[in-house]
C-alpha cells in the first residue's frame, strides 16, 4: 500500500512546531527555558502494511515511496543525503524498537512537514522536533502501547537527541508534546503556563536558517577555550531565564526582560563567535524599540525566525508596518497551540 492509498486504518499524529521565547542555550546548563507551542504542525501517517520492508514518503524532504529494509532499516545503498534527511526517523525507529513491549508491524509512513518552511527554505520552528514528537507516538501505537504524556515526550527527546548527535535540551520536543506555554528544565517534565491577554507575540522571519547543532557546537567550543568566560556569560543568562516564567503575567517585566536577555545573548555571542546573533538582528532589534516593541532572537538563532514582542496598548499597526517596510516579513503564528493530537482514523 502507498502512502497515497491509506486505509481506514491509517494511525493519524499531528504535533507542533514551537519558539523559543526566552532562556536559550542557558537551558542547556540546567537553567528553565520559556516555550511556546505554535499552530504549524507536523503531520504523520502510519499504516501497517504486508512485510517485511517498510515504506516512507517525506515530499517536503523529496522522498516518495522509498522501500526500506526489513524493520524499517535504512538501506546501505542509501545517498548520504536522504541517509541525512532520514536521520530523526531513524533515531525514532531505532529506540522505540528497543524499548517497545511488541514488535513493530511494518509500515507504510507518510510525513507532511509543508506547515514549516517558506519560499523554499525552513522557518526555524522545530519540524524535526515536531516529527520525533509525532513518530513517536504514531510508532508505539502501531506497536500497540499507549504511553503517557510525560514517557512518550521522555522518548522522543532522547530519540532526537541522538539525532543531533547528542546535543539538545529537549525543549523543542517537550512543547511539540505537550503544546500550549511552558516552562522547561531539561529532561523534566514542564510546567504549563497561560499566554497573557496583554503580550502580543509574533515571530519574524530573518533570513535563511543555521543548523542548530553548529551553533551550539561553537558555543561550547567557547567554554572548551575559556571556561571561566563561559560559565560568567551561561550564569548571566540563566540568572535572567530564572524569572521568565513570573513575568509571563507581567508585560512591561517580560518585555524588559527580552530586552536584557538579548543583550546577554549578544555577549555570549561575541565570546564565542558563533553567530547567534546577526547584524540583522541588531537592525530589527533598534526598529522594534523606535515603536514601542521589543526583538530578540529565537532559539539557536543564526538565521530562522525571530522574536517581536510588544505591549497590546501600543499602535501596533506601525510597529509591524515599520517591520514590513524594513523587508522582515512578521508571522501571524497562533501561539499556544495544542500539543499532540491522534487524530480519528
Known sequence: MTAGSMSADTIHVSAPGKLFLLGEYAVLEGAPALLTAVDRRAHVHATVIDGPAWQISAPNLGIHDLVLGAHGKLPAELDPAMVAHLKVFDAVRALV???ATAALPALCLHIDTRDFAADGYKLGLGSSAAVAAALTAAL??????????????AWAIAAHRAAQNGTGS????AVSVYGGVISYVRDT????????ERLIGRAVVTGQGASTPDLVGRVYAYGERDAAGFARDIQRLATLADSAAAAVDDTPAFLDLATQYFSALKTLDAHA????VSPRHDTLAALAE?????FKSSGAGGGDVGLLFADRSIMRARLFEAFHEAGADVLDLGFAAPGLIHEPR
Open 170 to 173: 529537549g525543549g523543542d520536543v
Open 97 to 99: 524498537q528497543a524499548r
Open 140 to 153: 508505539t501505537t502501531a506497536a500497540g502501547m499507549t504511553l503517557a504524556r510525560a514517557e512518550l515526550a
Open 189 to 196: 517534565p514542564p510546567v504549563s503556563l497561560a499566554w497573557p
Open 273 to 276: 563567535a558563533a553567530g547567534i
Open 290 to 294: 523606535t515603536h514601542g516593541g521589543r
